[in-house]
């Protein structure tokens, strides 16, 4: 994500506050991927989009893993990443 530009990675950020301050919060900003991991979607300029994978510890968001999406599945490498960082932190 840090090699995104300025202005998308603001757009993640606002979409990552949203669902920080407003949670719990539905579509079309967050879905739940199951096995306790949401998804944050996130709409980045030239029509691509951004995923923020994350879950809930202690009450708290913890964000897992990050990326551009390029296809309209969400690779398992991203999903298992993100499984394992959450299943870390237990």
Known sequence: MLSLDRADRKIIGED??????GWP???????????GLFEIR???S??????????ISDERIVLLNGFVKKSRKTPKAELDLAR???KDLS
């Open 42 to 44: 996130s709409n980045l």
């Open 25 to 35: 919060v539905g579509m079309p900003i967050c879905r739940s991927l199951g096995g």
């Open 84 to 86: 394992k960082r959450m």
């Open 46 to 55: 030239g029509q691509r989009i951004a995923r923020t994978i994350f879950g």
């Open 16 to 21: 990552i506050a949203t669902a920080e301050f």
